[in-house]
């Protein structure tokens, strides 16, 4: 295969898994105060996006006759990071443009964990609490996300280069074994 060609799918893969990501994202936005409905949509949007993995890299294997984990993982984990970065960057724009956070949301959070009493906060006043969290909630939560993300994307790569394997390894080709000598 290509680099190019390689690129191409790797990157149209990432965007596929991004818009599922984001999609899911605004529509649970719709759905905070329905607790099953958001874990259902939670439930389905991780079972899609493992699926979209793994086809992706079922794809990819399948150009091979001589099947190589570590080629498959670094195509799968390539899709992830892409569509992560551009997950990532939705998730800024829509923590602080399209769907801001409300300040009484972050006040019943405070509240229920009791933050006064956290070291480190003592002294300070559950409304200065509450405008640190509200002044920088999208970056805390871009930031979280891209260290979860980047940790669940190389288990789940990991485990799906396992599964998608394409053909025998005893009918390689010569030019397969070529590119591992």
Same mark, same amino acid.
């Given at each position: ?33 329905? /607790? ?12 899609? +996006? ?9 794809? !990819? /294997? @399948?150009?091979?006759?001589?099947? @190589? ?6 195509? $799968?984990? $390539?899709?992830?990071?892409?569509? =992560?970065?551009?997950? +990532? ?20 959070? &405070? ?18 609490? &509450?405008?640190?969290?509200? $002044? =920088? !909630? ?26 998608a394997k394409s053909k025998s390894p005893f009918k390689? @080709? ?8």
């Amino acid at each position: 295969m290509e680099p190019f060609s390689i690129l191409n799918k790797t990157s149209k893969y990432g965007v596929i898994l991004f818009l599922a990501s984001a999609a899911f994202l605004t529509i649970g936005e719709f759905t905070k105060g329905i /607790a099953w409905l958001s874990f259902l949509l939670g439930t389905v949007k991780l079972i899609l +996006c493992i699926w979209i993995l793994y086809y992706a890299m079922r794809e !990819y /294997a @399948r150009h091979f006759n001589l099947y @190589r984990a570590s080629r498959v993982f670094s195509y $799968g984990f $390539g899709i992830s990071i892409m569509a =992560n970065l551009a997950y +990532c960057i939705y998730m800024l724009l829509h923590y602080s443009v399209f769907f801001p956070i409300d300040e009484s949301q972050i006040r019943s959070i &405070v509240d229920a964990m009791d933050m006064g009493s956290m070291e480190g906060m003592e002294g300070m006043d559950i409304n200065q609490i &509450v405008d640190i969290i509200v $002044g =920088n !909630y999208p970056e805390m939560m871009t930031f979280g996300s891209i260290i979860y993300l980047t940790f669940f994307s190389l288990i789940a790569t990991l485990i799906i280069a396992q599964f998608a394997k394409s053909k025998s390894p005893f009918k390689a @080709r010569k030019s397969d074994l070529d590119d591992i000598i």
